[in-house]
């Protein structure tokens, strides 16, 4: 797709599905604030494959769930660049704990969870508004998951996180949309990370990218580069006359195994 001169900031994106948007983004020409959390050394390697790519990028430390952050990102692409045409909210958190175990999450959990996955890309969307607008064509597109979708996931705080920032996708929607500003949100399913993996073991780890793949239509357990492609059309000017969508992107997890009769 064809990102020529457009900038664009992917929060999260030093590794799994924020790197593939961005190394995405800057084959089609973009340009791209790659943001970072803890390990500058992860963000510096996805600016390489970016420029490898045939873009530019630059890296930038900044936990955007804290207030001065998420204005730190929005000043270094015009500082760097002089516009910003795409935000990408991808950054987020959960804690893993069984729905039924109400006593495994207390308000602290709540509110950490919140304020990356719900309250981050409402600051960061609020600050980069005014950019967003003076380029024409601006667009947003929130990570979600199938977890605001359906209720499921790995706790309760997660998947209400998720619930709102789907709700909040569609209010902004039509609040920007006067300003010529999409924005869209993509689902996905479970997709394979080094995140999972270094959270649940790789035992726990293999075992759920097999029952993906056993519960799925299309027998397939996500990987980054699987989400990167719909991430990519939201942002990109060929989906110009879409905003307020929900894309879930789970190879037919939530429709079912097919139902086999006779």
């Known amino acids: 797709m064809d990102f020529s001169d457009q900038v664009a900031i992917i929060t999260g994106s030093s590794s799994g599905i924020g790197a593939a948007a961005a190394i995405g983004m800057a084959r ?63 950054a987020g958190t959960t804690k893993f704990m069984d729905h039924a175990n109400l006593d495994g999450l207390d308000k602290t959990d709540f509110e950490a969870i919140y304020a990356l996955n719900t309250i981050g890309p409402y600051q960061m ?83 759920i990218v097999e029952g993906q793949k056993n519960s799925t239509p299309m027998h397939r357990a996500g990987t980054p580069d699987d989400i990167s492609g719909p991430i990519l059309f939201f942002a990109n000017r060929a989906s110009a006359h879409v905003t307020g969508q929900l894309l879930v992107v789970d190879a ?3 429709l079912g195994m097919p139902v086999k009769i006779g």
């Not at 045939?54 to 002089?82: F, Q, T, Y």
């Not at 979708?149 to 920007?176: D, E, F, I, P, Q």
Request: aromatic content about 6%; some cysteine.
């Open 28 to 90: 089609g020409g973009a340009k791209v604030v790659v943001n970072f959390s803890k390990s500058s050394e992860a963000a510096n390697a996805v600016v390489a494959a970016c420029e490898e790519a045939g873009g530019e990028a630059i890296a930038v430390g900044a936990d955007v769930s804290e207030d001065a952050a998420w204005r730190s990102l929005v000043e270094a692409a015009m500082d760097k660049w002089g516009r910003l045409d795409i935000l990408v909210n991808n």
């Open 252 to 254: 037919g997890l939530l």
């Open 125 to 207: 969307v609020r600050a980069a508004q005014p950019h967003l607008k003076n380029c024409g064509a601006g667009s947003v597109v929130n990570i979600s998951s199938v977890a605001g979708v359906r209720g499921v996931g790995s706790s309760v705080a997660y998947v209400a996180s998720k619930g709102a920032l789907n709700s909040m996708t569609l209010a902004l929607a039509r609040a920007l949309g006067e300003d010529n500003i999409r924005v869209n949100a993509v689902c996905p399913g479970f997709v394979g990370t080094d995140w999972f993996r270094n959270a649940l073991g790789e035992e726990m780890f293999d075992r």
